[in-house]
């Protein structure tokens, strides 16, 4: 998960388990086969009761896999049949003795678990956790081809990502330029998705994800929760403590944290990747930064500041800016094994050409080369977020919270006089502040971390891991987001032995790689 730094136009992050979103379902060249879930049955309040006995009728859909649509109610306060939504889901049937099925989430908030399973299934799960267990991956209310968050058509929404002001920035005129623009796409939200977006949040998630479990039959939810997944996971362990199977949360995050604490600590989390990068990077050939690190920090501070007050003119008409410079580093520094495309980018920059800013700012955002979307990952994000945490209006604490997250990373921050401007006019505002979560008697619980996290740091898993009362902490020495089927055995032998018998480690592996 990332919540980006509010000085651009629009919000402009997607934040999943790997840096590419993934493609859309293939046409199936098998038969047609169908097969008939058995959910549980078990007994729950007689106005749900209908969902949670529902059966899925699951259908070929490719890469032998298999789709369904499960549907549920819009407000899991107020089920109505006449306001019903649906969830896509995908599964890959488990290839020797089977234990049950397995949910995965990729994170986001608005990446594709449908797609994720669907297109990139060794990505998912390894090939231990694909032979015992039904691996399912769906798509979550508001997200892709369950019932979606639809604000902007392509055109519009590349002005809202990539559209420059045309005000100075942090000017009156500027700040009235960006408050219209964040209105018009509130309501644009509004108007194309309806009285969904009310209820495109994480807990009314979580219940459907303890619904989905009953109806494939599972009394037990196994799941496996990556990024902002982990957040999915967290809650339903805090919420459905005694329906816990198996459940492993990589890159965690911290219940009890506010969007700006979450915001602060990310921000000294990615400066920190930028440094480490640079460490690394002074010792390769060709390396665009070769002086000590604060020296190519300053170097970096430089053009950010030259980029507000010159762009850098993209040959598709579109502008390298200092939002979109933002964006392209972050994507980048979200595994170690991209940081030569930040090498590639800086150095082409500096011969005024943008050509790998554009690659890693595009794939962030989903973008296609033709300047069409990949999915509606972006407005998902900016509907569950705006639920999930309370606004911040009040001006005095913006300008403190501003000054300290440039204080926490002055290379990659600059100053502005707004906050979330898009929360701020968002029509529906959240209704639960941060609290811990326990998941009082749940099964025990894998909370894997990783040291050199950026977008997730490794105090967020520690915390969690002592907020959970049955956690047990897995630790990885490393930098880059998420620890889990990286090839790094430690940490996945312990993740699927887990899985497999339910062994949990006497004590934290401390893994490295």
């Known amino acids: 998960m990332l919540i980006p730094h509010p000085v651009r136009l629009a919000m402009i992050a997607i934040a999943s388990a790997g840096l590419l979103l993934l493609s859309g379902c293939t046409t199936?060249?098998?038969?047609?086969?169908?097969?008939?879930?058995?959910?549980?049955?078990?007994?729950?309040?007689?106005?749900?009761?209908?969902?949670?006995?529902?059966?899925?009728?699951?259908?070929?859909?490719?890469?032998?896999?298999?789709?369904?649509?499960?549907?549920?109610?819009?407000?899991?306060?107020?089920?109505?049949?006449?306001?019903?939504?649906?969830?896509?889901?995908?599964?890959?049937?488990?290839?020797?003795?089977?234990?049950?099925?397995?949910?995965?989430?990729?994170?986001?908030?608005?990446?594709?678990?449908?797609?994720?399973?669907?297109?990139?299934l060794d990505y998912a799960a390894s090939k231990t956790l694909q032979k015992s267990y039904d691996v399912i991956g769906w798509d979550p209310r508001g997200v892709g081809r369950s019932t979606p968050v639809t604000c902007y058509d392509d055109k519009k929404l590349d002005g809202f990502i990539y559209g420059v002001a045309?005000?100075?920035?942090?000017?009156?005129?500027?700040?009235?330029?960006?408050?219209?623009?964040?209105?018009?796409?509130?309501?644009?939200?509004?108007?194309?998705?309806?009285?969904?977006?009310?209820?495109?949040?994480?807990?009314?998630?979580?219940?459907d994800l303890d619904m989905l479990r009953a109806v494939v039959g599972d009394t037990k939810l196994n799941y496996l929760g990556y990024s902002y997944g982990s957040d999915i996971g967290m809650y339903y362990a805090d919420r459905f403590a005694k329906k816990v199977g198996h459940v492993v949360l990589d890159g965690s995050t911290d219940s009890t944290l506010s969007i700006f604490d979450i915001n602060l600590t990310q921000s000294a989390g990615f400066e920190n990747a930028l440094k480490a990068y640079l460490a690394d990077c002074s010792s390769t050939k060709g390396c665009p930064f070769p002086g000590s690190v604060d020296?190519?920090?300053?170097?970096?501070?430089?053009?950010?500041?030259?980029?507000?007050?010159?762009?850098?003119?993209?040959?598709?008409?579109?502008?390298?800016?200092?939002?979109?410079?933002?964006?392209?580093?972050?994507?980048?520094?979200?595994?170690?094994?991209?940081?030569?495309?930040?090498?590639?980018?800086?150095?082409?920059?500096?011969?005024?050409?943008?050509?790998?800013?554009?690659?890693?700012?595009?794939?962030?955002?989903?973008?296609?080369?033709?300047?069409?979307?990949?999915?509606?990952?972006?407005?998902?994000?900016?509907?569950?977020?705006?639920?999930?945490?309370?606004?911040?209006?009040?001006?005095?604490?913006?300008?403190?919270?501003?000054?300290?997250?440039?204080?926490?990373?002055?290379?990659?921050?600059?100053?502005?006089?707004?906050?979330?401007?898009?929360?701020?006019?968002?029509?529906?505002?959240?209704?639960?502040?941060?609290?811990?979560?326990?998941g009082a008697n749940a099964a025990p619980i894998l909370i894997l971390s990783s040291t050199g996290d950026p977008a997730t740091p490794y105090q967020w898993g520690v915390a969690l891991s002592k907020q959970l009362k049955s956690a047990h902490l897995v630790t990885r020495h490393g930098e880059g987001h998420t620890a889990y089927n990286r090839g790094i055995p430690c940490i996945d032998n312990t993740v699927d032995r887990y899985f497999v018998s339910g062994t949990v480690p006497k004590k934290d592996p401390d893994c490295r790689g």
């Open 295 to 438: 020296d190519s920090l300053a170097k970096i501070s430089a053009l950010y500041d030259r980029l507000t007050v010159t762009p850098i003119d993209a040959p598709d008409g579109r502008v390298l800016d200092q939002n979109l410079l933002d964006t392209a580093i972050n994507s980048a520094l979200y595994d170690k094994s991209s940081w030569h495309y930040l090498s590639d980018m800086f150095s082409e920059i500096r011969k005024g050409t943008t050509d790998t800013a554009f690659v890693l700012a595009d794939s962030y955002n989903g973008r296609n080369a033709n300047g069409s979307y990949k999915d509606n990952s972006l407005e998902a994000f900016i509907a569950i977020g705006c639920l999930d945490y309370p606004t911040v209006t009040d001006p005095a604490v913006i300008a403190r919270e501003n000054a300290q997250l440039i204080q926490a990373a002055p290379t990659l921050t600059r100053a502005t006089v707004i906050g979330d401007v898009t929360c701020e006019n968002w029509p529906f505002h959240n209704r639960e502040a941060p609290a811990a979560v326990t």
């Open 166 to 207: 045309k005000n100075p920035v942090n000017s009156p005129a500027w700040v009235t330029e960006v408050t219209d623009q964040s209105k018009d796409f509130a309501a644009s939200c509004l108007k194309n998705t309806g009285p969904a977006l009310q209820f495109i949040d994480t807990q009314s998630t979580v219940h």
């Open 28 to 120: 199936s060249l098998f038969p047609s086969v169908e097969h008939t879930s058995q959910p549980t049955g078990e007994s729950v309040p007689a106005a749900v009761a209908p969902y949670y006995h529902q059966s899925l009728t699951w259908k070929n859909c490719g890469k032998s896999q298999q789709c369904a649509t499960a549907i549920a109610p819009m407000d899991w306060r107020k089920p109505s049949k006449t306001t019903d939504i649906s969830l896509a889901l995908t599964r890959a049937s488990a290839t020797g003795t089977r234990l049950g099925s397995l949910f995965v989430n990729p994170g986001g908030p608005g990446a594709s678990g449908y797609d994720l399973v669907h297109d990139d």
